[in-house]
């Protein structure tokens, strides 16, 4: 029952909304054993522009490729401090809700955790005035001039207000899984990916709601490093979608934001055709 290929003649046939993440894992694996030889090779090289270009690329890696999520969406529309709570229960992948989660029961997060949560949370929609507001109501525990020299530069910061006045993107899933992964005081990261199998099944089954087969068919594409394949199946079982239609047309996430923001337009979508029956059915009444 929980088989997702089909096996004939010692071949097995991956259906297309799985095998993103099979090219991602071996394009992965191919890269470390590359890397790995170019490593133990460097040492031996006496071509200094050849190193010098290694070293180069190296940076512009671990710089990460621009985003498209670097600013707010497309509608214009704002998101206040106040309505993130409400946000985060209905439409955050379970990373940023785990993040939410701690903000809120810890008062605080740490360094690599404010900043995968609050890029996502600006392109969203948030604002500055509101990020600030949403911070420091978030940071209940410390002082008001603490709060304000150790953490109102970096809010500004991640908006291109200050420093480099750069336009920082949101977080992708491939940069959150293999970028600073976290310790085990650390709150960031992708669940599917550094959470112990226990520690995950707890999360789905409180924070998602999700049992029985359901959670079953979640790891078992976590076992099979199909982290995106694992956050796709969760979506599909928190919106009511059948197995395979992914976050729309069998796309699978790719990006936290992308998940919000399809999430929301889906609950917009389903209020729209709501009223549109209501408003056939009164003008049949009528």
């Given at each position: 029952?929980?088989?997702?290929?089909?096996?004939?003649?010692?071949?097995?046939?991956?259906?297309?909304?799985?095998?993103?993440?099979?090219?991602?894992?071996?394009?992965?694996?191919?890269?470390?054993?590359?890397?790995?030889?170019?490593?133990?090779?460097l040492?031996?090289?006496?071509?200094?522009?050849?190193?010098?270009?290694?070293?180069?690329?190296?940076?512009?890696?671990?710089?990460?490729?621009?985003?498209?999520?670097?600013?707010?969406?497309?509608?214009?529309?704002?998101?206040?401090?106040?309505?993130?709570?409400?946000?985060?229960?209905k439409?955050?992948?379970?990373?940023?809700?785990?993040?939410?989660?701690?903000?809120?029961?810890?008062?605080?997060?740490?360094?690599?955790?404010?900043?995968?949560?609050?890029?996502?949370?600006?392109?969203?929609?948030?604002?500055?005035?509101?990020?600030?507001?949403?911070?420091?109501?978030?940071?209940?525990?410390?002082?008001?001039?603490?709060?304000?020299k150790?953490?109102?530069?970096?809010?500004?910061?991640?908006?291109?207000?200050?420093?480099?006045?750069?336009?920082?993107?949101?977080?992708?899933?491939?940069?959150?899984?293999t970028?600073?992964?976290?310790?085990?005081?650390?709150?960031?990261?992708?669940p599917?990916?550094?959470?112990?199998?226990?520690?995950?099944?707890?999360?789905?089954?409180?924070?998602m709601?999700?049992?029985?087969?359901?959670?079953?068919?979640?790891?078992?594409?976590?076992?099979?490093?199909?982290?995106?394949?694992?956050?796709?199946?969760?979506?599909?079982?928190?919106?009511?979608?059948?197995?395979?239609?992914?976050?729309?047309?069998?796309?699978?996430?790719?990006?936290?934001?992308?998940?919000?923001?399809?999430?929301?337009?889906?609950?917009?979508?389903?209020?729209?055709?709501?009223?549109?029956?209501?408003?056939?059915?009164?003008?049949?009444?009528?």
């Amino acid at each position: 029952q929980t088989r997702q290929v089909y096996l004939r003649a010692g071949i097995a046939y991956v259906p297309g909304r799985l095998q993103p993440s099979v090219i991602f894992q071996q394009f992965h694996d191919d890269l470390e054993k590359a890397l790995e030889l170019t490593a133990r090779a460097l040492p031996r090289m006496d071509e200094d522009r050849l190193t010098l270009v290694l070293e180069h690329l190296s940076k512009g890696l671990q710089a990460g490729i621009a985003s498209e999520y670097s600013s707010g969406p497309e509608s214009g529309e704002s998101v206040t401090a106040d309505m993130i709570d409400g946000l985060a229960k209905k439409h955050f992948p379970l990373c940023m809700r785990m993040l939410h989660d701690t903000l809120r029961k810890d008062c605080h997060l740490k360094h690599q955790g404010r900043l995968q949560y609050g890029l996502f949370l600006k392109v969203i929609g948030l604002p500055i005035d509101e990020a600030l507001a949403f911070w420091r109501r978030s940071f209940s525990k410390m002082a008001d001039d603490k709060f304000t020299k150790e953490h109102t530069y970096n809010i500004k910061h991640n908006y291109g207000l200050v420093g480099k006045m750069a336009n920082y993107p949101a977080r992708s899933c491939q940069t959150i899984l293999t970028q600073n992964p976290p310790s085990t005081t650390d709150s960031h990261g992708c669940p599917y990916r550094h959470y112990s199998e226990d520690n995950l099944r707890m999360a789905l089954q409180t924070t998602m709601g999700i049992s029985g087969t359901d959670l079953q068919d979640v790891l078992s594409s976590v076992r099979s490093q199909h982290y995106h394949v694992a956050c796709t199946r969760v979506y599909e079982l928190t919106h009511g979608l059948r197995k395979g239609e992914g976050i729309g047309s069998g796309e699978t996430v790719t990006h936290p934001n992308e998940y919000a923001q399809r999430s929301r337009d889906l609950e917009k979508s389903k209020t729209q055709a709501a009223s549109a029956a209501i408003g056939e059915e009164s003008m049949s009444i009528d």
